[in-house]
């Protein structure tokens, strides 16, 4: 399967600042995946990224706060804006790797202070 | 909508205990797949395996297996003979693929401590 980074491991960021996260695909892939797990919690999905056109957001997302960038096919990245202590949270990337398959990249560790 | 209930939340057992994670879904889909996945203390989330709703043949892989029923909609994930390194947090996902192409709904996972 592809191999998946991304940057930074982990963060503590201010609040009020903004947190960009990198995910880094070994190969081409058509659809990249964000989510959010907070502490103790499970994974939700935030959105779905194709490479040329808009994030797809799932409900309670929006775009102002969680702004994605899909330049390429192997890059993507994740803007976690006017943080708060409410978005520290774990992020992870995936891909898509075959039918309603996903693999996942090592996520971000986020603390907002 | 899909739905995933591990109804487990802690489990805890000692090491060489045989130990089962419980998976009950509900979708409306004809064609799905189920999921497991390992997150380990460490955060990384670790593809264990996928089962398609059109196969309902038991897998083992090792110390693993599966039981998957669609009968009672269930896919329930064995653990033999259980070691410390199995610590972590497993959770049961769904992608129902009529309603949600590639989107996955998780379970809201099962800790397991295997004590030494």
């Known amino acids: 399967s592809a191999v998946i980074s991304q940057k930074p491991s982990r963060d503590i960021c201010q609040r009020g600042t903004s947190l960009t996260i990198q995910c880094q695909v070994d190969?081409?892939?058509?659809?990249m995946f964000w989510y959010r797990q907070q502490p103790g919690q499970s994974l939700t999905l935030i959105a779905t990224?194709?490479?040329?056109?808009?994030?797809?957001?799932e409900s309670g997302f929006v775009i102002d706060k969680f702004p994605i960038s899909r330049p390429n096919l192997t890059f993507s990245t994740l803007t976690v804006s006017n943080l708060s202590p409410e978005d520290s949270s774990i992020y992870l990337c995936?891909?898509?790797?075959?039918?309603?398959?996903?693999?996942f990249g090592p996520g971000t560790r986020l603390l907002v202070l | 909508a899909q739905k995933v209930t591990q109804a487990q939340t802690e489990i805890s057992v000692v090491e060489k205990e045989d130990v089962t994670l419980d998976c009950v879904y509900e979708?409306?889909?004809?064609?799905?797949?189920l999921f497991w996945y390992k997150q380990p203390p460490s955060g990384e989330l670790v593809f264990l395996i996928r089962?398609?709703?059109?196969?309902?043949q038991n897998e083992i892989s090792g110390r693993y297996s599966w039981n998957f029923q669609k009968s009672t909609s269930s896919f329930n994930f064995t653990i033999t003979a259980s070691q410390v390194v199995d610590s972590a947090v497993y959770f049961c996902?769904?992608?129902?693929?009529?309603?949600?192409?590639?989107?996955?709904?998780f379970g809201e996972g099962t800790q397991l401590t295997v004590n030494p």
């Open positions: 995936s891909i898509s790797g075959g039918p309603g398959t996903q693999y």
């Open positions: 190969s081409q892939v058509t659809m």
């Open positions: 990224a194709n490479q040329g056109s808009e994030a797809t957001y």
């Open positions: 979708t409306r889909d004809t064609t799905y797949y």
């Open positions: 089962r398609n709703s059109f196969d309902e």
């Open positions: 996902a769904l992608s129902g693929i009529e309603t949600s192409g590639s989107r996955l709904t």
